[in-house]
């Protein structure tokens, strides 16, 4: 059974930092490019971050731009989302996708569409 679990959310201040697991089981993580998403009470999904099978090739939103950075260690079928610098605006719970990919240098896309497999979630609250 693939699967995808999050983990490393809670509760920081503005201006702090965590780093969120995406650990999967069930499946190789390498044969994938992975994404990470959010969502928040009343707003649609949005797009966070993805990278590459390889982890050569990454995209992150304007939003998290410069403050937030995905990378993966397939030895250990795990990717990783350090996000640093948060705000409040950063509030809301954070799910990992994957897609098969044939292009190890080829990313996904930031469209929730293109996923076929997903986590439960983590949440991340940003309040002082």
Known sequence: QLQLVESGGG???PGGSLRLSCAASGFTLDNYAIGWFRQSPGKERE????ISRSGGSTN????????????RDN????????????KPED??????AAV??????LMATLMSIDYDYWGQGT??????
Do not use: E, H
């Open 75 to 86: 030895a250990k079928n795990t990717v990783y989302l350090q996000m640093n610098s948060l």
């Open 123 to 128: 949440q991340v609250t940003v309040s002082s």
């Open 91 to 96: 509030t809301a719970v954070y799910y990992c």
């Open 60 to 71: 992150y939103a304007d939003s998290v731009k410069g403050r937030f950075t995905i990378s």
């Open 100 to 105: 098969t990919v044939a292009d190890p240098g």
């Open 47 to 50: 797009g966070v971050s993805c």
């Open 11 to 13: 509760l920081v201040q």
